[in-house]
């Protein structure tokens, strides 16, 4: 995928409260251990 491809993905996920996107280039998980999750099921 090209990088302007995973835009509308990060601006759901953000105003969804899952993500936080505060810093350019970088999103982090705001959810408890939801990132945790993540990783063990995906």
Do not use: H
């Amino acid at each position: 995928m090209e990088t302007n491809e995973f835009n509308p993905y990060r601006k759901r996920l953000i105003r969804k409260g899952i993500v936080s996107g505060e810093t350019r280039g970088y999103v982090y998980f705001t959810l408890p251990l939801f990132d945790e999750y993540v990783v063990a099921n995906y």
